[in-house]
């Protein structure tokens, strides 16, 4: 439930196409980059054989479109012997801004992991928010094995099982199909069918720079951390190894971020990777 307002899911369907696109635009605006190209994604994905097109699905409230996510498949790839090993993946994941944070999301996942479940796949592996998706069971990739092209681990890479031993013996490279790696001149190209929208402006580290420790400030940037957008990249453990933040300057950036209209980390004590089954 959405407030007192029911959720419904269904497939998503080709009166759906446009209105999704542009959901899935104004959801992801700004959000890592100053435009985005996740609604082109999605144009190209739902042409792709690697869509799972039953789990192409929207959300709707009171009749209106308020979420998408689709789920197409990728493989985990084992380096040295060039075994594929069959996994799926989702994304974009969109819900309309005016609408986040009520639980729409969530409604989308839990409907789909089990959806995805019911029709035989046995795990999933992405990329996303890492202090999002561990509501859902998913946990850092690196801890079954499985890392990004080239062996790097981070935390916004993440596996889920969907079924007892669903990663048993899956361990290697993730590699999401082809049409992941988007050509910016045909997302720019892509975008002006859409109404302008100007740039979003990023808002650079140093607008909280005398908020935190001065020591964080210059641990973050080592961290890769040039706009606080950036952060939505590092999950709230990394940041606290990387930077050498305690609890209460985690609690503070977390504040920070959210004055700046920007989710991130996981509340203080939430043990991002308990209360789900382990099914590995
Ligand atoms: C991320 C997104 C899909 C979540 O869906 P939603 O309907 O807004 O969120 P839900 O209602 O399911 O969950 C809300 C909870 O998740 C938390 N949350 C949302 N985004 C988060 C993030 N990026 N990092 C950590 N926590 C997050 C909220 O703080 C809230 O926490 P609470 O339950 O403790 O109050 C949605 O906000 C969205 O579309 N964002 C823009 C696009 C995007 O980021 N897509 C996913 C890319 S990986």
């Given at each position: 439930?959405?407030?007192?307002?029911?959720?419904?899911?269904?497939?998503?369907?080709?009166?759906?196409?446009?209105?999704?696109?542009?959901?899935?635009?104004?959801?992801?605006?700004?959000?890592?980059?100053?435009?985005?190209?996740?609604?082109?994604?999605?144009?190209?994905?739902?042409?792709?054989?690697?869509?799972?097109?039953?789990?192409?699905?929207?959300?709707?409230?009171?009749?209106?479109?308020?979420?998408?996510?689709?789920?197409?498949?990728?493989?985990?790839?084992?380096?040295?012997?060039?075994?594929?090993?069959?996994?799926?993946?989702?994304?974009?994941?969109?819900?309309?801004?005016?609408?986040?944070?009520?639980?729409?999301?969530?409604?989308?996942?839990?409907?789909?992991?089990?959806?995805?479940?019911?029709?035989?796949?046995?795990?999933?592996?992405?990329?996303?928010?890492?202090?999002?998706?561990?509501?859902?069971?998913?946990?850092?990739?690196?801890?079954?094995?499985?890392?990004?092209?080239?062996?790097?681990?981070?935390?916004?890479?993440?596996?889920?099982?969907?079924?007892?031993?669903?990663?048993?013996?899956?361990?290697?490279?993730?590699?999401?199909?082809?049409?992941?790696?988007?050509?910016?001149?045909?997302?720019?190209?892509?975008?002006?069918?859409?109404?302008?929208?100007?740039?979003?402006?990023?808002?650079?580290?140093?607008?909280?720079?005398?908020?935190?420790?001065?020591?964080?400030?210059?641990?973050?940037?080592?961290?890769?951390?040039?706009?606080?957008?950036?952060?939505?990249?590092?999950?709230?453990?990394?940041?606290?190894?990387?930077?050498?933040l305690d609890d209460e300057a985690c609690?503070?950036?977390?504040?920070?971020?959210?004055?700046?209209?920007?989710?991130?980390?996981?509340?203080?004590?939430?043990?991002?990777?308990?209360?789900?089954?382990?099914?590995?």
């Amino acid at each position: 439930m959405e407030g007192q307002r029911t959720i419904t899911l269904r497939r998503e369907e080709p009166r759906d196409h446009r209105a999704v696109e542009e959901l899935t635009r104004d959801a992801f605006w700004g959000l890592f980059a100053p435009r985005c190209d996740e609604h082109l994604l999605v144009h190209l994905l739902r042409e792709s054989p690697a869509l799972v097109p039953e789990l192409d699905v929207v959300a709707e409230v009171g009749g209106e479109l308020v979420g998408h996510v689709m789920y197409s498949r990728a493989v985990v790839v084992e380096p040295a012997t060039g075994t594929a090993h069959g996994v799926l993946t989702f994304g974009p994941l969109s819900v309309r801004p005016d609408r986040q944070a009520a639980g729409v999301g969530a409604a989308l996942m839990r409907h789909t992991l089990a959806q995805a479940a019911e029709l035989g796949h046995r795990a999933v592996v992405v990329y996303g928010h890492p202090d999002y998706y561990p509501r859902f069971g998913f946990r850092p990739a690196a801890g079954f094995g499985i890392t990004a092209p080239g062996g790097a681990t981070f935390d916004a890479l993440m596996a889920l099982p969907l079924v007892p031993g669903g990663l048993h013996g899956v361990t290697g490279e993730f590699h999401e199909d082809g049409v992941f790696v988007v050509d910016p001149e045909r997302a720019a190209e892509f975008d002006r069918d859409f109404p302008p929208r100007a740039d979003a402006v990023l808002h650079p580290l140093d607008a909280v720079e005398g908020r935190l420790p001065a020591a964080a400030s210059r641990a973050l940037r080592t961290l890769g951390v040039r706009h606080l957008e950036d952060l939505r990249r590092l999950s709230r453990t990394e940041v606290a190894a990387g930077a050498g933040l305690d609890d209460e300057a985690c609690d503070a950036l977390r504040g920070l971020l959210a004055e700046h209209g920007i989710r991130w980390g996981a509340p203080r004590g939430h043990s991002a990777w308990t209360g789900t089954t382990d099914l590995s």
